[in-house]
Every structure is written in structure tokens, then in C-alpha cells.
């Protein structure tokens, strides 16, 4: 039995997995990501990236090729009892929000190779066919057991241990977490096909009907689609033989989607849960393996990857002596009120497309027809469901780590968005955050104790010049803000004083690499 050591023990190469390892390594800690299947998935659900995965992508230098791989969502289109009974132009509908005011077609599959490679790139590659069999903790490590492709086990000494290994987690089981919450009736299939017809425009479309949904996303290149819809009822019981043949073609052939070839199919149950804990001592979960949720707006890849990137920076600190150990304690709230709201959220909206009740079916087939497009047309409600959708507006304003008001960003929220424009070049204020470290801001003029105090503990200060849009953004003019290495404003301080920055950071017991 070989015994290997390392910083983090990652179990699951989904999207959630690669995110963390791909910024552990980004900040210098060691990893092992191993994965029980044989290669990566061919085939996946979750096809939507919002503006909040994108920008943090931008962080390390992902975001470019990512969008240039996928395709803007443009626009939507409602299909009711065959009629088309709406159309929404979603255009850029975050504009002067986010430098991604839009949500992003690229399917997981594709996602994941493409983070499979840039890990390979700095070196780390997945392990496949390797299970966690166990792990045991001890006062500062974890002795995990592996079962290797060649059916030997070793054993690998950890720091911590990060459970991205789905739904029915290795991870969360062995250390004994609940998972309460149900699953839906109904039996859904995903299809990734060749198409023609009105409807392959590259645009969205979703039908509605008594009893059958159908979403159809466009994908990058002509003629492709991914379908997500119902299967008939009566074939509900074999799910585990069904094929193509088995969907309710009648919402397919009256919104005029001509499948001329199934590439793959597979079906699934949609499930609702949130696991009772997301640590437990040296294990955290994420993803799939801490919450899972019905797919109304796509939110759930996007909120793995959040997991990763919150805990991510946090076991660096820790693992560097930056921070104390403590600073991991606030992984659990950050991430967990969102989940829960997340699942409370989706779980309504997703009952309301679905269900069968009558109450339902005259909200989904009368009520929403009429009130979408009147909605869309409306700039205020536009914003305010891309600020809800794209994750934009999740704070973490209850944490330990957050603290402050000014303007009107708090402790807490991520960090408004504002472009810039510097010697006739543009760009914005997220440009900084490529350092992945801390960092403290300045809107306007940088008080003299502000600039030597920074100096006196290596945090970088970055001071922009004052224009009318960072007030429209929140920002306060002269404030300080300290933000966190996830984009995150963990300290918002009217007055800019330099005490402030300095009670922050000795009270978290915060200190910066030299």
C-alpha cells in the first residue's frame, strides 16, 4: 500500500472539483483530484453559465475562451398549447452591471474538457478510476483510503478533503450528513440533437401544455440543439430502458422542431435537497454533494462553481499561515443561505411549470402568457431578474467576514462593477482581481495613512479616479473598501481611514505575503 501526501484531497472531477483544484493550484496549494469514472462525461444537463461564473472565470484568464466557445442567450420564446405566446428580447439585459450582461450557453460536457486541459497545463492531471473507499481524521490531517483503476489501494495523507462527487456523495456519507429534501414526479429526458424547423433560430424556447414541458437551448454550430423535457407518463416505469422513441413528441412537433438525429439521450429524476451540514471537521462539501435542485435557471453548475472559488481562497489562507483556521468556519453560512434559498426558489418556480393542479395549470397556460411580455418590456424588471438569475446579487452580508457600509455597498456584497477609462484605454475595476489576493480600493482620492498602511502591510491599493458612474453603482466617493480575494467586499468604511483597514485586518488576524 503506497502512502502520497498532499494539501487537498478533491473527490469528483465535475465542474465543482476542477474549479477547486484549478484555483488551489492558482494559489499555490497542493492537490489530488481523482475520479472514480473511467473518462470525462459525454453528456451532461447543466448548460448555462451566468454573468456572476463568468466574471470570476475572468479572474483567471477563462472567461475570454469561454465565451468565444458559447453562444449568447438573445432571446426567448414562450410556447403555449401550441401558440407561440410570447417573445423576449433578452439582448444585454445586465448591461452596465456586469461585464457579462448576459447568460452564456456552454454545455458541461465541453466546460469540463476545457478545464481538464488548463489544470493539465499547470500540471495536475484527474486520476481516474480511482474511489474513495474511507477517510479518518486525525488532529491535523485526513488518511483517506483509494481504490486505484489496478483494483491496489493507498492511502493519501491530507490536510482536508473537498466531497465534488455528486448527488450520492462518498464524502458526505462517510462522514454521516443528512441530505433531507424529496424528489419530483415527473421523469425528464436531455437529448442533444440535429435539427431543423422554425424554432432552430438560436433562439430559446420554452413550451408550456397540461402536462408536458419541453425547453429547447440553441448550441454553438448550426443545427444543434439540447432538448429537456417530459416523457410520457405510461413509459415513466422502465426509465432505465427508454430511448427516444419514449418522449412526448406532440410538444416537439407543434412548436416545429424537425429532430433529424439523436446524437445521445438519457433521462433523470429532478431532486430537491440541501445537505444538514456543508463541513464537518477537515471535509467540505460542494456541488451536487451539498445541494441539488430543480434546473429553473440553470443555477445549479453555477453555484458548485461558487462553492469552490468561496472555499478555494479560504484553505490557502489557511493552509499559508495567513489566516487562522477559524476563517474556515465561515464556508458553511456563506455558502449554505444561498443554497437554501436557491432550492426554496427554484423548487416554486419548478412546481408551478410542472405541476398539475388546476390552480398551476391556469397560472402556466392563462396568467404567464399574458404578463411575459408586458414584463419583459419593462427595463426595471428586466435588471432586476438578470441581478437574481446571474448570481449577481448574492452577499454575504451575515458573514464574520463582512463589515461596513458605504454608499450603499455593505460588507459583504460583491463589488460593484465599474468601467474605467485611463489614458484613452478602457477598462474596469475588476482587472486587479487577477491577483486572486487581497486588496483594498479606493474611489476618488486615497488619504495619505491609507497609502502607508497598505505599504506597512503589503496590501495592494489600488486608486481610481472618481466618475459619476461609481456613485450610480453604489460606490461612496473616497471610501475604503478591502476586498476579499473572491471579489467580495469584506470591509466597506465611509470615512476611508486607515484604523479601519488596520482593526479589520489584526482583529481577523489577517497577514499578507511579502
Not at 488532529?139 to 489496478?150: E, F, N, P
Not at 437529448?191 to 432552430?200: Q, R
Amino acid at each position: 500500500m503506497e502512502n502520497r501526501e498532499t494539501d487537498v484531497l478533491i473527490i469528483g472531477a465535475g465542474p465543482t472539483g476542477l474549479v477547486l483544484a484549478l484555483w488551489l493550484t492558482r494559489l499555490g496549494v497542493t492537490v489530488r483530484i481523482v475520479d472514480k469514472t473511467a473518462e470525462p462525461g459525454s453528456t451532461s444537463r447543466a448548460l448555462v453559465l451566468h454573468a456572476r461564473t463568468l466574471e470570476l472565470y475572468s479572474h483567471v484568464g477563462l472567461a475570454g475562451v469561454i465565451v468565444e466557445r458559447g453562444r449568447k442567450m438573445i432571446a426567448v420564446n414562450l410556447w403555449v398549447a401550441g401558440q407561440r405566446a410570447a417573445h423576449a428580447i433578452l439582448g444585454e439585459m445586465g448591461a452596465g452591471l456586469s461585464p457579462f450582461p448576459y447568460a452564456l450557453i456552454f454545455p458541461q460536457d465541453e466546460h469540463e474538457r476545457l478545464l481538464i486541459d488548463r489544470l493539465a497545463d499547470a500540471g495536475v492531471y484527474v486520476e481516474r478510476e480511482t474511489e474513495l473507499l474511507g477517510f479518518e481524521e486525525t488532529a491535523d490531517r485526513v488518511r483517506a483510503r483509494l481504490k486505484r483503476r489496478d483494483g491496489a489501494e493507498e492511502t493519501c495523507a491530507a490536510a482536508y478533503v473537498a466531497g465534488c462527487d455528486g448527488a450520492h456523495s462518498t464524502v458526505r456519507e462517510a462522514v454521516r450528513v443528512g441530505f433531507p429534501g424529496g424528489v419530483y414526479t415527473h421523469l425528464f429526458y436531455v437529448a442533444d440533437v440535429e435539427a431543423s424547423g422554425e424554432t432552430m433560430n438560436g433562439e430559446l424556447h420554452v413550451a408550456l401544455d397540461r402536462t408536458d414541458f419541453l425547453a429547447v437551448f440553441p448550441l454553438k454550430g448550426e443545427r444543434r440543439a439540447r432538448l429537456i423535457g417530459t416523457v410520457r407518463q405510461e413509459a415513466e416505469h422502465g426509465h432505465d430502458t427508454l430511448s427516444w422513441n419514449d418522449v412526448s413528441t406532440r410538444v416537439i412537433e407543434w412548436i416545429r422542431v424537425d429532430v433529424e438525429r439523436v446524437n445521445w439521450f438519457s433521462t433523470y429524476r429532478v431532486h430537491h435537497r440541501v445537505a444538514a451540514r456543508f463541513r464537518r471537521g477537515r471535509a467540505f462539501l460542494l456541488g451536487d454533494a451539498a445541494h441539488i435542485h430543480s434546473p429553473v435557471g440553470g443555477q445549479g453548475m453555477n453555484t458548485g462553481i461558487g462553492d469552490a472559488v468561496n472555499l478555494a481562497w479560504k484553505l490557502a489562507a489557511v493552509l499559508h499561515g495567513r489566516m487562522d483556521a477559524s476563517l474556515l468556519d465561515s464556508y458553511e453560512p456563506e455558502r449554505m443561505a444561498f443554497a437554501r434559498r436557491l432550492v426554496a426558489t427554484t423548487d416554486r418556480a419548478f412546481t408551478g411549470v410542472t405541476s398539475s393542479g388546476r390552480v398551476a395549470r391556469l397560472l402556466r397556460l392563462h396568467v404567464v402568457p399574458r404578463l411575459v411580455p408586458t414584463l419583459f418590456s419593462l427595463q426595471a424588471v428586466r435588471r432586476y431578474m438578470f441581478r437574481t438569475v446571474s448570481q449577481t446579487s448574492i452577499t454575504y452580508r451575515g458573514s464574520r467576514l463582512s463589515e461596513g457600509q458605504a454608499g450603499t455597498v455593505q460588507g459583504g456584497d460583491r463589488l460593484p462593477w465599474v468601467t474605467l477609462d485611463t489614458n484613452d484605454v478602457d477598462t474596469d475595476n475588476f482587472a486587479p482581481l487577477t491577483s486572486l489576493d487581497w486588496q483594498a480600493h479606493v474611489y476618488g482620492d486615497a488619504a495619505p495613512d491609507i497609502q502607508a498602511v497598505c505599504v506597512e502591510r503589503n496590501l495592494p491599493l489600488h486608486v481610481f479616479p472618481w466618475r459619476p458612474e461609481m456613485s450610480r453603482a453604489g460606490l461612496r466617493r473616497n471610501a475604503v473598501y478591502l476586498v476579499r480575494p473572491d471579489g467580495y467586499v469584506a470591509l466597506a468604511h465611509a470615512s476611508g481611514t486607515a484604523a479601519a483597514i488596520v482593526s479589520y485586518l489584526d482583529t481577523r488576524k489577517l497577514t499578507l505575503a511579502r
